[in-house]
């Protein structure tokens, strides 16, 4: 996208040349142009920057000087083959608190020691996962044709599960050709699929807030602007919604279908139809995440099954559900973004072995898939009904109670900070994950999402017990 300069903000003692290099080398730097790309020409690059053409000659004579930009005799001046400084993913978010670093919270989490009780994780621990079935389905994918496990699978993925996924789409009201389907290897991939065709570097993009907070980590990748749209119990707050298309003219809405991560609220039919038109009206694309959708005792709406798949992709996955070793995800779009969609996936991965499809398919088709639903469902009620005592016990307060999914979101007592509680649960080895890992909002700094799956033992709240009388102490001794 060709979008104008702009000068950087004044830091004195800038020149007007030293202001024009450090716009130049900003724009490189936060990859809103390529390297070999062509920069403006002098006299357009003087009108956007309001300096004369002289001033312009000699930042671009320096920056050539230093290797950033090279001069084409005849043709102007293009960035330099290793012009951008390095990207960074763990760079902190301007939108987020200073004290939460992203990254090192998923690590964190996932270098625990195998005795760390976890309640703040995102996926299910090993004895909720339907083992036997993937058992089954591991033995009977070793006993098949070796073309299943050893080329390249095909580029949109294996046939026989994409249309599985089409009929369980179908299900829930929203039925596509299995060709309009893309596997990928996971919901996070998709996202990052349908974010790499759509955006381009400063592109605004609308999350819900509170978010899935590897969301924002994404989209810095993709040096987008992010912009935060309140959810609220049955889905965005319409009115801030239609206010932000408005003003930031956004080109992706990313969402969550079904129990919502990390609030637990579902999407009412009316926001989802209110939603649609908003969109229409401001030519924004809705992405939405459907991992959780299988946690629902009765689905809710899906934005794909009142659009048809106009301008809604729908991506979703089944390691919430089957196993986080089985990373197997889906793209389903409208046919000619699908086509697209194929042709990135192949530029960005080429391709994998057919065996981890052929397995999920396996667990999908043979029964016992279904029967684990129906036992998941009713012990995931108990476990969040047990939760939320337990919480409530202590002083939580839910912020809704959900009606399916893993994830309860809930707010602690007297005005405690969920990172200073977080932090000293770690002494007893139990990981927490604070509001603030959700949200830029201050609002949210009191929360705490809890994984009901993860929640089974007292230890952990005995150890949230001790972490906020702790958390209490120093918050008192900062008021004295």
């Known amino acids: 996208m060709d979008t104008p300069f702009s000068p950087p903000a004044p830091i004195a003692p800038l020149s007007r040349v030293g202001h024009v290099i450090a716009a130049v080398r900003g724009r490189i730097d936060a990859r809103a142009i390529g390297l070999g790309a062509k920069l403006p020409s002098v006299r357009r690059l003087a009108e956007q920057l309001a300096v004369s053409k002289s001033t312009v000659v000699e930042a671009y004579d320096r920056l050539a000087a230093d290797g950033t930009v090279e001069a084409r005799r005849g043709s102007g001046f293009y960035v330099a083959a290793g012009a951008a400084a390095p990207l960074v993913v763990a760079a902190p978010s301007p939108v987020l608190s200073p004290c939460i670093d992203l990254p090192r919270i998923v690590r964190q989490a996932l270098e625990m020691r ?42 949109r993925g294996f046939e026989p599960l994409r249309k599985v996924i089409a009929a369980r789409l179908a299900e829930h ?79 992706l809405y990313l969402t969550v279908a079904g129990p919502h991560n990390p609030t637990g609220a579902v999407w009412s039919p009316a926001n989802a139809h209110r939603a649609l038109k908003l969109a229409e009206r401001h030519d924004v694309v809705i992405v939405q995440d459907d991992v959780y959708g299988d946690l629902e005792p009765t689905p809710t709406p899906r934005l794909a099954s009142f659009d048809g798949f106009d301008r809604v992709i729908q991506v979703g996955g089944t390691s919430r559900t089957i196993s986080t070793a089985l990373r197997v995800g889906y793209i389903a779009a409208r046919a000619d973004w699908a086509e697209a969609l194929v042709d990135l996936k192949l530029v960005t991965t080429l391709g994998k072995s057919s065996l981890t499809a052929v397995v999920l398919h396996q667990v999908l088709t043979e029964g016992g898939y279904r029967r684990h639903l129906d036992t998941f469902r009713p012990r995931l009620a108990a476990a969040t009904a047990s939760t939320l005592r337990r919480l409530g016990a202590l002083g939580l307060t839910p912020w809704v109670e959900p009606r399916g999914g893993i994830f309860l979101w809930a707010k602690l007592p007297d005005g405690l900070d969920a990172v200073e509680v977080a932090h000293a649960a770690l002494e007893d080895n139990v990981f927490f994950a604070p509001g603030r890992a959700f949200s830029p909002n201050p609002f949210w700094a009191g929360h705490m999402r809890f994984n009901v799956t993860q929640c089974g033992d007292a230890r952990i709240f005995e150890a949230l017990d001790r972490a906020m009388k702790k958390a209490a102490g120093i918050s008192s001794d900062r008021r004295g």
């Open 114 to 155: 195998p005795d760390a009780l976890q309640p703040g994780a995102g996926w299910l621990p090993e004895s909720w996962q339907p083992l036997d079935a993937l058992n089954r389905a591991l033995r009977a994918a070793a006993r098949g044709e070796a073309a299943t496990k050893t080329p390249y699978e095909s580029p």
């Open 173 to 251: 009201g929203a039925p596509v050709d299995p060709r309009q389907i893309v596997l990928t290897d996971s919901g996070t991939h998709g996202i990052d699929l349908a974010a790499r065709y759509f955006l381009s570097p400063g592109d605004a993009v609308v999350i819900d807030d509170p978010h899935y907070f590897n969301i924002v980590q994404l989209l810095n990748v993709h040096r987008a602007k992010i912009v935060f749209a309140p959810f609220l119990i049955d889905g965005p707050d319409i009115v801030a919604l239609e206010a932000i298309f408005a003003q930031h003219r956004p080109r």
